[in-house]
């Protein structure tokens, strides 16, 4: 299973970006998948999660109602719209498989200035 995460980059508080994943391997829609993001010095937090047929839905209270995460079954594509971005958000973000085994891509840095 690869997992290829894009689109972070350097953007100002109130701005929106959007990380897109890809994921290859074994069929995509056999998988859980999500977002987390890892702050320096911090541990990895959960962001937000997508069951494998998109019904159930959950983010970390840091990002309840800014942060929108979506699948894509027929472009093996996982993203997350981020909007109202703060300085706070600023992380390496990593896209998350899971299916029997629990996959991580190689991470994508989200920096948010004041």
């Known amino acids: 299973v690869q997992l290829q995460a894009s689109g972070g980059g350097l953007v100002q508080a109130g701005s929106s970006l959007r990380l897109s994943c890809a994921v290859s391997?074994?069929?995509?829609?056999?998988?859980?998948l999500g977002w987390f993001r890892q702050a320096p010095g911090k541990e990895r937090e959960f962001v937000a999660t997508v069951s494998r047929a998109g019904g159930s839905i959950s983010y970390g209270d840091s990002v309840k109602g800014r942060f929108t995460i979506s699948r894509d079954n027929a472009k093996n594509t996982v993203s997350l719209q981020m909007n109202s971005l703060k300085p706070e958000d600023t992380a390496v973000y990593y896209c998350?498989?899971?299916?029997?085994?629990?996959?991580w891509g190689q991470g994508t840095q989200v920096t948010v200035s004041s």
């Open positions: 998350n498989a899971k299916s029997g085994g629990n996959y």
């Open positions: 391997g074994d069929p995509f829609s056999t998988y859980t």
